[in-house]
């Protein structure tokens, strides 16, 4: 998992340029801001309020008086923040474990897993959450085998096909991140050094944080405090209005690391913190039960626009009304290991998710046997898995990303139980299909809001970011929706209603996303539309479940 399968997109030539152009002082007039879409433009109708949103009012005014049932819905994630006063509430605990005993009271295999449970973490309070990405950890293993070979040894064709795989998109990536890190590097310094310059202006200690309305108060006396302001005004206007400066910063900050990581890897990280073999799945335990370190933020964001407490005047209102959350660990800052994953799902389906959101994703899959094996497992369980497609702007049909449901043994091309989101913006324009999102007709199923939405972040913080990562929760969201008010649904059938629910957008002309070129939105995705809370609940309302006892 990598910046930009994981939200926040930071492009480095646009924040780059937008940095240094700024700085350089050839920007003597404020930029023009574009005018961002309403907080809540995620959960909006697009006749009455002139957003592409999902209409959850319209979905809620339609199961009025109707009783709900409770819903688990897990999240593959980075964690989350378990104090946030948007999600304490919805938050699922284990009752089975009795908290901070340790002891396995359940006999599940996890020691005080009271909220979920931390597949990263280690002894001491400590987690692996700044990895690389699979193409240089697969490169560093193989390269003392293959390094210095030209053709494949007799008997290792398939191994040695593999690892010229490895080699070129280890290539590509180490190429593009050290790309960017001479790009984003002099972006950071930059970005420091106005950021204390705007701090002093304001008379703001050096650990207090601002943002753009703070940039109107400032009258500023000499260049080098225009061009800070300048600077800041660019940054804020391609962030977003609720960005702070510590919060862009951070995030920066975070992406660095990961990118620092790629092309000089602490291969060791691993197994000096977590301790067990990544390649080896022996059914031994491992991990920890804190779901909440240093980079929560995104799990946190993900977890909130499926659920957050509704209509409480605090935060955001998530989609769903009646959930709980269950936080789980496994992606870290960089790429997430297939035995993680694939323990995850078996972890949330064993206890008791109904549908489960994985907003992450990478280039290569050494164990997608024991994925797929997963996605499988969740199947036989009816539960329902939401997948980020992703946000290389890459066709999915041509090259998928991992994981992924055509599985390696040939059983399935396109499981029932899986839905992939593409990323819409708010609008219905040629800007329609997010710049990032991946796409695909016969592999990304759907297109939900995934441009400029905003979700609470960790300790009462707001963020507004972009990503197919936050599509896919807000799929999620729906899908637990629709379970609430009708529990005897298959998880089949939850996929067919939410997908049914986009209406294809059959000639609607939108830019390819990453590309210049006007397409049909309808060969973008399998059903050419944009989920819709209202339009799945009257779907779903018409269907006889298939779910046995319930």
Not at 139 to 161: C, M, R
Not at 424 to 443: H, I, Q, R, V, W
Not at 518 to 544: C, E, M, P, R
Request: charged share 25%.
């Amino acid at each position: 998992m990598n910046m930009h399968k994981f939200g926040k997109i930071f492009s480095g030539a646009v924040l780059c340029s937008a940095v240094l152009f700024s700085y350089s002082g050839f920007a003597q007039v404020a930029p023009v801001a574009t005018p961002e879409p309403p907080k809540a433009w995620h959960l909006m109708d697009l006749k009455t309020d002139g957003f592409f949103g999902i209409s959850a009012k319209q979905a809620y005014l339609f199961v009025a008086g109707k009783k709900s049932k409770q819903v688990v819905v897990a999240t593959i994630d980075s964690g989350i923040d378990t104090a946030q006063n948007d999600l304490k509430p919805i938050l699922w605990t284990n009752a089975k474990e009795i908290p901070g005993n340790g002891i396995d009271d359940d006999h599940n295999g996890y020691v005080d897993d009271i909220h979920g449970w931390n597949f990263l973490g280690g002894s001491g309070g400590k987690c692996d959450f700044t990895e690389t990405t699979e193409e240089v950890r697969e490169y560093n293993k193989l390269k003392g085998k293959y390094g210095t070979i030209v053709s494949a040894p007799k008997g290792s064709e398939k191994e040695f096909a593999y690892w010229e795989k490895v080699k070129l998109t280890f290539e590509t990536t180490v190429k593009k991140s050290k790309e960017e890190i001479a790009q984003l590097q002099p972006a950071m310094n930059a970005l420091m050094a106005t950021s204390g310059y705007i701090k002093r202006a304001l008379n703001l200690k050096t650990d207090a944080s601002f943002t753009v309305k703070d940039l109107a108060r400032i009258k500023a006396s000499n260049d080098t405090l225009n061009q800070s302001k300048y600077v800041w005004q660019s940054v804020f206007d391609q962030e977003g209005g609720s960005a702070t400066n510590a919060k862009i910063i951070a995030d920066l900050s975070e992406y660095l690391a990961k990118l620092n990581n790629d092309v000089n890897p602490d291969l060791d990280a691993r197994k000096r913190i977590v301790g067990d073999d990544p390649d080896v799945q022996d059914g031994k335990p491992y991990g920890s039960n804190i779901v909440k370190f240093a980079d929560a933020s995104h799990g946190t964001g993900v977890a909130s626009l499926i659920g957050a407490v509704r209509n409480n005047g605090y935060g955001i209102n998530g989609v769903a009304d009646n959930v709980r959350i269950m936080a789980i660990k496994a992606v870290p800052n960089g790429d997430e290991y297939d035995k993680d994953i694939a323990n995850a799902i078996r972890y949330a389906v064993d206890n008791g998710a109904q549908v489960i959101n994985m907003s992450f994703g990478k280039k290569l899959s050494p164990h997608k046997g024991w994925v797929d094996a997963a996605f499988k497992y969740a199947a036989s369980k009816d539960v329902l898995l939401i997948q980020a497609s992703g946000n290389d702007n890459l066709d999915m049909d041509a090259k998928p990303e991992f994981p992924n449901d055509i599985f390696e043994d040939g059983s399935a091309k396109d499981a029932d139980n899986l839905i992939s989101v593409g990323a819409s913006a708010a609008k219905l324009d040629e800007n329609m299909a997010g710049t990032f999102s991946n796409y695909g007709k016969k592999n990304v199923d759907v297109f939900a809001p995934g441009v400029k939405v905003t979700m609470v972040d960790t300790d009462a913080e707001f963020n507004t970011a972009d990503g197919t990562s936050f599509s896919s929760p807000i799929t999620a969201g729906i899908a637990a929706l629709v379970l609430e008010y009708y529990p005897t649904l298959s998880a089949k059938q939850v996929k067919q209603v939410i997908l049914e629910s986009a209406t294809p957008l059959q000639g609607t002309m939108v830019l390819k996303p990453g590309e210049k070129e006007k397409v049909d939105f309808t060969t973008l995705s399998k059903t050419g539309g944009i989920v819709n809370a209202y339009k799945a609940l009257v779907i779903a309302s018409k269907l006889k479940g298939e779910r046995a006892g319930i």
